[in-house]
């Protein structure tokens, strides 16, 4: 059990490039994640062995340009790539979207000089990124962020702690948001820090829930001297930065949690189809057909959200909105999902034997990253009805 094998999501993709792009992903996710991922998981193992490959065959810098050794990927393209990703493991997934997230203000708002000589190692050179906005004080209110850069000389001076960073002591380097001026959004400036630069070290890894495999630590800034071309876009343009990236951000969250959420379902269908009870397979019976129907439903619906938001995206025209609606939508339906498939499965549900409950553990911590859920709701609404009065 199970005796069903999954099929194939069947992805509508715009060229014949993007179909051999999903075929290789398909391959490796196959061959070299999924099989590791239950022992690795458990055990928590970091697979920076496959981050390596995943770089090696291009598809750590998918959205970036090819001039500065991305791969010129729609978004709609690298989203389900990711999905892919994060069915087989969850670390990997979310793992690539951070990579991508951290690698934003710099390819999007660095100079071309910074571009010229930074990007390439960062997208296809091996690295790998961590991005560092939240603190212990500030997460939701991530405005209110204490870490500080002061002037000196031709260069800065970092000091301060970052909080719930994914790769955390593991990573190449840091996409680091630090006040060099005011409070609140006005006064914050975007570094770009290597992780080998003195003053910068990490805490031990948090005790998860889920994610085991992939280390989310404080990283600690004790007066980390770096140059001033490390400064990312003007000074006080930090926060407008981390706010552009973090709509993008969402959208790989969206499609990570449809990952999972695929996952389950193939599960669940696999084992219902599988189970024989009162002399025939469960899936027979009604009530658990619909369930089934409805987990398959709402897979879809949010894989044509996040889809139409990355089309927006690809076509510059905004996209926030939808963007936020993407997350909120995916990573709920990812926990409803999820718990679903475990009753699917019944007592082996809740055993570490089938992967379902692991599913579950690993969607809750997709409605809190990159925005919690009610954070989501909040900016849907001030699109809809304008900010708050105060």
Not at 196 to 207: L, T
Request: hydrophobic share 40%.
């Amino acid at each position: 059990m199970p005796d069903r094998a999954p099929q194939p999501v069947d992805r509508q993709l715009p060229t014949d490039e993007a179909r051999d792009l999903i075929s290789l992903v398909r391959d490796i996710a196959q061959h070299e994640i999924a099989p590791k991922a239950a022992e690795e998981e458990g055990a928590g193992h970091f697979p920076r062995e496959v981050f390596t490959l995943l770089s090696r065959t291009g598809l750590l810098g998918l959205p970036y340009a090819s001039e500065h050794g991305g791969a010129d990927q729609p978004y709609e393209v690298y989203l389900q790539v990711l999905e892919e990703l994060a069915a087989a493991r969850l670390t990997v997934g979310l793992g690539v979207s951070v990579h991508t997230l951290s690698c934003y203000a710099l390819a999007t708002y660095g100079t071309k000089q910074q571009q010229v000589e930074y990007l390439p190692a960062m997208l296809g050179g091996g690295l790998l990124g961590a991005y560092c906005l939240s603190e212990p004080s500030s997460g939701s209110d991530a405005a209110s962020l204490r870490t500080r850069a002061v002037r000196e000389g031709d260069g800065w001076v970092i000091t301060g702690t970052k909080a719930w960073i994914t790769h955390g002591g593991v990573a190449d380097f840091y996409t680091v948001m630090a006040r060099t001026g005011e409070e609140g959004p006005r006064g914050i400036t975007a570094f770009l820090v290597p992780a080998d630069a003195e003053g910068v070290s990490a805490a031990a890894p948090e005790k998860k829930m889920g994610m085991k495999g992939s280390p989310t630590a404080q990283v600690h800034f004790d007066g980390v001297r770096i140059p001033d071309g490390r400064r990312i876009g003007d000074e006080g343009q930090g926060f407008a930065i981390a706010l552009s990236a973090l709509d993008s951000g969402r959208l790989g969250i969206a499609a990570c949690a449809i990952g999972v959420a695929q996952a389950a379902l193939d599960e669940a269908v696999g084992y219902a189809t599988g189970r024989q009870q009162f002399g025939r397979p469960i899936a027979d019976f009604q009530g658990l057909r619909f369930m089934l129907a409805d987990m398959a439903t709402q897979i879809e619906a949010g894989r044509a959200l996040y889809l139409a938001a990355a089309r927006l995206r690809d076509a510059g025209r905004p996209f926030a909105k939808q963007a936020a609606m993407a997350k909120l939508h995916c990573t709920d339906t990812a926990m409803k999902v999820t718990i679903d498939a475990v009753q699917v499965l019944g007592g082996y549900g809740y055993t570490a034997d089938f992967p379902a409950e692991r599913y579950m553990r690993e969607a809750k911590v997709l409605q809190i990253v990159e925005g919690t859920n009610q954070i989501q709701r909040m900016v849907i609404a001030r699109h809809l009805a304008g900010p708050e009065t105060r």
